[in-house]
């Protein structure tokens, strides 16, 4: 059993909570690898070139991070009071979600298995 009250300990966990602005987007239909490949591309970067490349970027992922991101930037402007011009891509990660199966008819009476898999997207910003 954990030491004190119950709020004391409700205290010091949102203490230690991260206060950097970030977005999540879960059961994102899209599969983790080809979501890393647009991440790769603006991982460090700062914000308004990280949104030119997702603007340009042919790839189905970049159109779903590009919001992800207008939102991080949202949540940095209005919550944490930061300064847009200073913020930058300090992490971004995919991580496996769900995997949805489905079956497609093959020849003579045969079934094959087709797995349709989702992601978890997180970007985290930060202020230079």
Known sequence: MAKGHRSQIKR???ANKDTRPSAKLSYARVSVQKACFVLDAIRGKDVQTALGILTYN???ASSIIKKLLESAIANAENNNGMNVENLYI???YANKGP?????RPRAQGRAYRIEKRMSH???VLNER
């Open 99 to 103: 995997t949805m199966k489905r079956i």
């Open 121 to 123: 997207i997180t970007l």
């Open 90 to 92: 300090e992490e971004c």
């Open 58 to 60: 042919p790839r189905y």
């Open 12 to 14: 010091e966990r949102n």
